[in-house]
């Protein structure tokens, strides 16, 4: 039996999770961000300490605790080099983990722990090179090469969200500008559904959101394209040129057996998923040869949970 | 001992090549690339059988056969899936070898031979994690993760220069638009500096080649913006703005510990790396980390028969 632990800027969620990926029992607190990092790994012990009791386990039944966070964490020396989100500056994230628990404590970025539980339990399970992609607030990634993350030699790769696709385009929160991470996020086809109805009133767009842009979400542009709006139609094909592009590019850099695809706009399906995949097979490198296969990712926000519980396997 | 093939279109170079990387001796002749395989495929084995002979070695020195060639090879199956530039289509390369010579073969892309050269026996052979970038009439690349060629599961992975940075960009011979090759390849680079002679006849671009923009080279623009010429500094400082684009894109998806630039631009030195560096350094997404390290090639055209040559290592 793992610990995994998905540390959020919002909540702590930590799962018991066997060999196999499966989560047995879990719990979550919140997070409380602003206090000092004492005080949140006291937490995030506590909570392992009471998932386990609560699922009728014991301490010695543990094998470790993985630890899945935001930021560039150093599994090597234990730290959590920085955390915007949390505010987290060369954290000694085992060392105090171990305060609490005398097991073996390892840490990993969030997105590839959620790739790596998609490789272990998930989409990927059947293959041995996966990247996962999470559209979200940003676009996460996560790169699995023999069943393992790869994250190069400083632990920070694996940021494909950060690659520019539009270069001196929109500009992305890292600093450049045209990140793929602009344009695919969720984020980004929302700032594309809202521009979509301020230059178009009389779209279905602002009927669905009562006229309150704020109001627009990941889903919106597919639900006015679905009522048959051309402005959302357009909204949606736009979307999915942006969307495609950038996993040319990954396929054509690392070409996965598979791509997985997370996040709320995967919810959309084979709507999303069909002229994607023929936009990609279109326009990848390499033809006549096995191709990168798609698949929507399968485990949704345990992912983090699970990979994290993972790192010990 | 090993040998090493570096099979191209012209040419077909062939070395005798120690554990070390060091070319013991090599020899070269035309390739005739319009002729049948199995004709190519002979003078190969006996160009290795005379460049064995004429080093004082025998056969029972040599360890394997490996050969680079352009396109993408199948090694598990020994096949040369396709090369464009060879007419050659499922070429089973290494059955052909081996009616000659009874020893292990090996095949793979040329550019992951550079890559591996580079790594076993040049400008990256400290690290682990490198990756080798060669700015020719395309843009070349090869990943090296712990010091094996990384070419996904179908081995076409590491096409890392048709990976799109101006969507709807510059045509690519790839078939899409704005792949990093379109811009930061010499013919990219050529195709830049003649734009800007016709936008400026009285540059001195159009002087150093006569007026004949057929003679403009990848050392034109650099070779302009050395005498003053403004058009040819701001030609120049364009093209390093794409070049690091594209490897702030590599970095912050591999963050390999090296990556090494090849190819003729190369001989800039200086000149190119030092706005180059001081770009990526700006551009990547982790900064307060160790970073990937910039280096020019060491092996010249030799990197492709060590490479080859060190694929049975």
């Known amino acids: 039996m793992y610990i995994g632990i998905d540390l959020g800027g919002t909540n702590i969620a930590v799962g018991l999770v066997d060999e196999n990926g499966t989560i047995i029992h879990k719990d979550s607190i919140p997070t409380n961000a602003s206090r000092h990092y004492s005080e949140i790994i006291r937490d995030m012990a506590q909570l392992s300490l009471k998932v386990i009791e609560d699922a009728?386990?014991?301490?010695?039944?543990?094998k470790s605790i993985g630890i899945g966070s935001p930021g560039t964490p150093n599994n090597e020396k234990g730290i959590l080099v920085y955390a915007n989100n949390l505010q987290f500056y060369n954290v000694p994230m085992r060392e105090e983990m171990q305060k609490y628990i005398d097991l073996p404590v390892y840490i990993e970025n969030d997105a590839n722990c959620a790739a790596l539980a998609e490789a272990v339990a998930?989409?990927?399970?059947?293959?041995?090179?996966?990247?996962?992609?999470?559209?979200?607030?940003?676009?996460?990634?996560?790169?699995i090469i023999n069943k393992k993350i790869y994250s190069g030699f400083n632990y920070a790769g694996g940021e494909l969200g950060h690659t520019v696709i539009v270069m001196d385009g929109e500009q992305c929160t890292c600093g450049r500008k045209g990140c793929w991470e602009a344009y695919a996020s969720a984020?980004?086809?929302?700032?594309?559904?809202?521009?979509a109805a301020v230059k178009n009133p009389?779209?279905?767009?602002?009927?669905?959101?009562?006229?309150?842009?704020?109001?627009?979400?990941?889903?919106?542009?597919?639900?006015?394209?679905?009522k048959g709006d051309p402005v959302g139609q357009k909204v949606v094909e736009t979307y999915i040129r942006y969307l495609a592009e950038g996993i040319v590019n990954v396929i054509n850099a690392f070409q996965p057996e598979m791509l997985v695809i997370g996040g709320g706009i995967c919810k959309e399906g084979d709507y999303l998923l069909k002229p994607l995949r023929e936009l990609v097979k279109d326009k990848v490198y390499s033809k006549d040869i096995p191709q990168t296969e798609i698949r929507i990712a399968q485990l949704?926000?345990?992912?983090?949970?699970?990979?994290?519980?993972m790192l010990g396997k």
């Open 56 to 62: 009728g386990y014991q301490l010695k039944d543990i």
């Open 122 to 143: 998930g989409a990927a399970k059947d293959v041995n090179n996966s990247i996962t992609i999470t559209l979200g607030t940003g676009v996460g990634s996560g790169i």
């Open 187 to 195: 984020t980004g086809l929302i700032r594309q559904t809202r521009e």
């Open 202 to 226: 009389d779209s279905i767009i602002n009927k669905l959101v009562d006229g309150d842009l704020d109001k627009i979400g990941g889903k919106t542009a597919f639900d006015a394209a679905k």
């Open 300 to 309: 949704g926000n345990d992912a983090g949970i699970i990979g994290a519980a």
